[in-house]
Nanobody
């Protein structure tokens, strides 16, 4: 069982930046593709960024060029650097490992599968002036 703890959210003005962190504990981390999701109020959770165990990254079109996902396998950490933030980026952000179930191909994000672990609390990002 993996515990996922997201942090780094907060209130930021449009155009600002934040760096989110995800700490994974309790199981093997380095061999998994990791995902960052977000869920805005009243909307479904959506996948925004992926990073394979080897460091290959993909992004949803809505964040491409503004967000950067990275990982530190030695520390069991995944990060999401968010720049040029917009009000529509306001959401609760979550990380998760990618399972090998429910796989399909997304033209922006590449091959993706369902999340593997129970969701953490997430970290709230609010972009507002």
């Amino acid at each position: 069982q993996v515990q996922l703890v997201e942090s780094g959210g907060g209130l930021v003005q449009p155009g600002g930046s934040l760096r989110l962190s995800c700490a994974a504990s309790g199981s093997i981390f380095s061999g998994y593709t990791m995902h960052w999701y977000r869920q805005a109020p009243g909307k479904q959770r959506e996948l925004v960024a992926t990073i394979t165990s080897g460091g290959i990254t993909n992004y949803a079109d809505s964040v491409k060029g503004r967000f950067t996902i990275s990982r530190d396998n030695a520390k069991n950490m995944v990060y999401l650097q968010m720049n040029s933030l917009k009000p529509e980026d306001t959401a609760n952000y979550y990380c998760n490992r990618m399972s090998l179930k429910g796989c399909r191909y997304d033209y922006g994000l590449g091959p993706i599968c369902d999340p593997l672990d129970a969701w953490g609390q997430g970290t709230l990002v609010t972009v507002s002036s």
